[in-house]
């Protein structure tokens, strides 16, 4: 067995994305009968689409209806601003939430433990990068796929939930189903994005040198000499080509008739050897009926998984 594919997945890095909000502009014509006062159409997402004096029902729009004094405020403040701004208004908003003491219960508890602690930057400038060597010493422990699995599902050990497939939670967007969470498994993100390892345009390199040197100053510190932190890239950058190979361009119509029905069976079932019951158990993903994503590339990850440490 090759040291280099037993490491293979350590290296897999989760990046954020920042979703743009965008904002459509429309006009109504005021002498229209079927526009009149009390009758208008109505769509939260237009702007200038709502008066103060619109009286909106949840059934018409419910968030013009819920957030109607803020879309009239604060939100008309939004108009003509970009993405990057308003997500920095959304951000203060939430930080805002943390110092609020009305929020209690074990959740938001948790969260401000965990808001404190990320923003105290004198303790984590001390620690250094020490408190990643645990995490490190247990994935340098896996030798066999069924160690791997175990390390994928157990969330001490792998607290940021790193795995060849991920899972995330949304309200259901389905007509049918309005009140029902739906899982999304979807592939990794990866330190590079799927194209890139087709397409060297568009910032690939440079975002490969980036995350080189990421990676070589974090395992220098830790100790680890070039030779092995070169190896550690090589054997990431060739597992990740292989699961982005994997990912369908598009949903398939298996997907869609899956989130459609109970089929969380089914797809578990997809799943083959690969542990994905027990990632989300373990995560506190249970209850889940709706699951969607791409399935094609679920029932081929456990394949994958085998050939790199085998």
């Keep these: 067995m090759k040291k280099k594919k037993m490491h293979s997945l350590r290296a897999i890095c989760s990046l954020f994305l920042i979703s743009a909000l965008l904002f459509s502009c429309a006009s109504v014509d005021s002498d229209d009968p079927d526009f009149a006062k009390g009758d208008r159409w109505i769509d939260s997402d237009l702007i200038g689409s709502i008066s ?34 308003i997500a920095d208004i ?46 490190l010493s247990y994935i340098e422990s896996i030798d066999t796929v069924e160690k791997m699995y175990e390390w994928i599902t157990d969330s001490e050990k792998n607290p940021l939930g790193l795995a060849p497939v991920i899972v995330s939670v949304t309200i259901s967007p389905l007509r049918a189903y309005p009140d029902e969470l739906m899982v999304i498994y979807e592939e990794p993100s990866f330190s590079l994005s799927s194209e890139a390892y087709y397409n060297i345009l568009g910032g690939a ?26 190896k550690l890239l090589t054997a990431d950058y060739a597992i990740e080509k292989k699961l ?12 869609a008739e899956l989130a459609l029905t109970d089929a969380y069976a089914d797809i578990i079932s997809a ?9 989300m158990t373990n995560r506190g993903y249970t209850n889940i009926k709706h699951m969607v994503g791409d399935i094609k590339y679920l029932k081929k990850v456990s394949r994958v998984c085998t050939n790199s440490l085998g």
């Design 52 to 85: 103060q004096e619109d009286e909106i029902l949840p059934t018409d729009d419910f968030a013009a209806s819920a957030n109607k004094e803020w879309i009239l405020t604060d939100g008309a403040d939004l108009n003509g601003r970009n993405a990057d701004h």
């Design 271 to 279: 799943a083959g050897e690969y542990p994905l019951e027990k990632y």
């Design 205 to 230: 390199l440079e975002s490969k040198e980036i995350t080189d040197q990421k990676v070589t100053y974090l395992m220098t510190r830790l100790g680890y000499d070039n030779a092995y932190i070169k």
């Design 90 to 135: 959304v951000l203060q908003k939430k930080i805002d939430l943390l110092s609020d003491d009305s929020l209690t219960g074990k959740d938001a508890q948790e969260l401000k433990k965990y808001a404190s602690l990320a923003g105290d930057w004198d303790a984590r400038s001390k620690s250094g990068v020490e408190p990643l060597r645990q995490y």
């Design 244 to 255: 982005s190979d994997l990912v369908s361009p598009v949903p398939t119509d298996d997907d």
